[in-house]
């Protein structure tokens, strides 16, 4: 998520010109998200379970992480069951394409 404006497209798959209104909008909108969903966490967070840690990579695996398909032969998905295994309460966070191949970020935020 972090506090750059998203890109929208158009339906012929065009990116879309955002008005100065809509540019407004959209900052306003990214500034009031407290500093862990504008890390990653959030969006996405799979069914109504809280979770304490995300684990956000490149990759969307929230349909795998649903069905409790999420391998240990992704590093995501290894560091995600490795926080389960020990009794922390992890999750995957939405794809950010922010992030590198070879880059994971870690978000931990209190639970409500």
């Known amino acids: 998520m972090g506090t750059e404006l ?35 966490a959030g969006g996405t967070a799979i069914s109504s379970v809280s979770f304490g840690i995300f684990v956000v990579s490149n990759k969307d695996v929230s349909d795998a992480f649903a069905r409790q ?11 995600v069951n490795a926080f389960n295994a020990v009794g922390l309460n992890a999750g995957v966070g939405p794809a950010n394409n922010q992030l590198t191949d070879s880059k ?7 639970k409500p």
């Not at 994971?104 to 209190?110: A, D, N, P």
């Open 6 to 40: 998203p890109t929208i497209l158009e339906p012929d798959g065009r990116p879309h010109k955002m008005s100065d209104k809509e540019i407004e909008i959209w900052t306003q909108l990214l500034k009031s998200y407290p500093p862990t969903v504008r890390a990653g």
């Open 69 to 79: 398909t999420l391998g240990s032969d992704t590093p995501q998905g290894a560091l």
């Open 104 to 110: 994971l970020r870690i978000i931990v935020g209190s």
